[in-house]
């Protein structure tokens, strides 16, 4: 096992990954930009290094400043944590060239399933169910109309390169299609620096639903069900939960063990999620992360696995030491992302939190770096604490999750806590009776 870890990130995943690292006796290296040099992820690890000024491109993005942290440090390994490098083949392959493990996959998985249409194609060669649509790229208009004309209106177009929503233009009829294909070419060649596209039938109402899957490099791989992260703004997530409410235990049980079974087959190492889309009770693949990602919490808390610390023991080359019949799933759970942004505008809302208070109780978890007189820096994701709630079903995790948003004060700065309130009070989200635009839609009527 390793001795010492670099933690690549800031903020509550930084700590997150420092608490795995302790309870396994594995020392930790914080590093830092100059803004964050009084942060909780710097105080709590055993040693920390400055890496560069504020914006992340010269401190979290800058790798030979975080390589050379690691040198001077000696550290065995890196967590690249999420966003930033953790999903960046090329850094994972300079971490393992300059004699550290990367803790995550390989680089070549990285960069298989960081091209969407390579990943596409990979996994429906391995049996998972996708969306009709081009086989491969697209490259011209006249192409892209015959497609179009094949699968039937309205038709998406996608970035290659894509996630995120960057580069994805829906085409409603053979009108469309010549400006959507111009639009998502030119989006995703300015946000990517690849112009490549391709093409999928529009399904119009679906959840997202994803896996949580774990592989080691032994050639066993498991999945830990699904969580459903329908509840998105502008493609970011804002509450998560696990199971499903629009899953039943065969739909799991059937699409875990598919997702399991491709991670197994191209000899995946690390803990990965592959999201579908989910309509009139049929899955398609969309796409796969190959990283850890914010949402794991809620996994954890129905199967009580500590997905952190199987992440770094596979990344050490240990076995999965369990079967997956040994998994169990155990009631609900509800994650609430909350942001220092005004909760009807979303503007960021950086500055000194006063008055915090977390709440407590049974069954309820903060995943937080935030500290009374801490001051939220202005140039970061604004997302300062996961509420992360469980019950014996979802009933009693919907009355613990009001309980414990009560609860929660932060001051100082503007929070979506009151958004959250507001959100778990709707009689949809109660009913689980959501889909991916519901958020939107319900922001829209305000
Ligand atoms: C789709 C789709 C509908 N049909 N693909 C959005 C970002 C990227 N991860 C995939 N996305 C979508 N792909 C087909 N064929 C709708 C979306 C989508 C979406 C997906 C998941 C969660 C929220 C979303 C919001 C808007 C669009």
Redesign the pocket.
């Given at each position: 096992m390793f001795e010492k870890v670099l933690i690549a990130n800031r903020g509550e995943i930084a700590l997150r990954i420092h608490r795995a690292c302790r309870e396994m006796g594995i020392h930790t290296v914080a590093v830092h930009s100059t803004a964050d040099a009084d942060a909780m992820h710097v105080r709590l690890a055993d040693e920390s290094v400055c890496i560069g000024p504020p914006p992340a491109r010269d401190s979290y993005l800058n790798i030979p400043a975080i390589l050379t942290a690691a040198a001077i440090t000696g550290v065995d390994a890196i967590h690249p944590g999420i966003g930033f490098m953790s999903e960046n083949a090329n850094f994972a392959e300079m971490v393992e060239q300059h004699g550290f493990t990367f803790i995550g996959p390989t680089p070549e998985h990285i960069r298989l399933m960081g091209d969407k249409v390579t990943a596409k194609k990979t996994v429906k060669a391995l049996g998972l169910p996708t969306?009709p649509?081009s086989d491969g790229a697209v490259t011209t208009i006249e192409e892209a109309t015959k497609i179009a004309e094949e699968i039937g209106y309205p038709v998406?177009i996608?970035a290659a390169a894509?996630?995120?929503?960057k580069g994805?233009k829906v085409a409603h009829t053979a009108k469309d299609i010549a400006e959507s294909y111009q639009l998502a070419r030119g989006e995703a060649r300015a946000a990517f620096g690849n112009d490549e596209v391709y093409m999928?039938?529009?399904?119009e109402k679906?959840r997202?639903i994803e896996v949580q899957l774990l592989g080691d490099t032994h050639g066993n791989a498991v999945h830990f069900g699904e969580r459903d992260?329908?509840i998105?703004r502008r493609?970011q997530k804002v509450i998560e939960e696990a199971p499903s409410p629009g899953l039943n235990a065969n739909e799991r049980e059937q699409i875990g063990a598919l997702a399991a079974k491709v991670i197994q087959k191209i000899g995946y190492r690390g803990v990965g999620t592959i999201?579908f889309?989910y309509e009139h009770g049929k899955f398609?693949f969309?796409?796969m992360n190959t990283r850890l990602q914010i949402e794991h919490t809620i996994t954890e808390m129905i199967t009580g696995i500590d997905l952190v610390r199987e992440q770094i023991r596979v990344a050490a080359g240990q076995p999965i030491s369990y079967k997956q019949k040994d998994i169990v799933f155990n009631g609900h759970a509800i994650e609430c992302r909350i942001n220092a942004e005004n909760p009807e505008t979303f503007a960021p809302s950086p500055g000194t939190i006063v008055g915090y208070h977390a709440p407590g109780g049974l069954d309820v978890r903060v995943d937080s770096a935030l500290y009374d007189g801490y001051r939220v820096p202005p140039h970061y994701d604004s997302m300062i604490a996961k509420l992360i709630v469980h019950g014996a079903n979802r009933n009693e995790c919907l009355l613990r999750l009001r309980r414990a948003l009560e609860e929660f004060v932060i001051g100082g700065v503007d929070t979506t806590l009151p958004l959250h309130r507001r959100l778990i009070a709707q009689p949809d989200f109660i009913n689980g009776n959501y889909d991916?635009?519901w958020l939107e839609t319900f922001l829209a009527k305000l």
């Open positions: 969306v649509g998406l996608k894509g996630g995120g929503g994805m999928e039938k529009y399904l679906p997202h992260c329908s998105q493609h999201e889309l398609y969309i796409e991916i635009h």
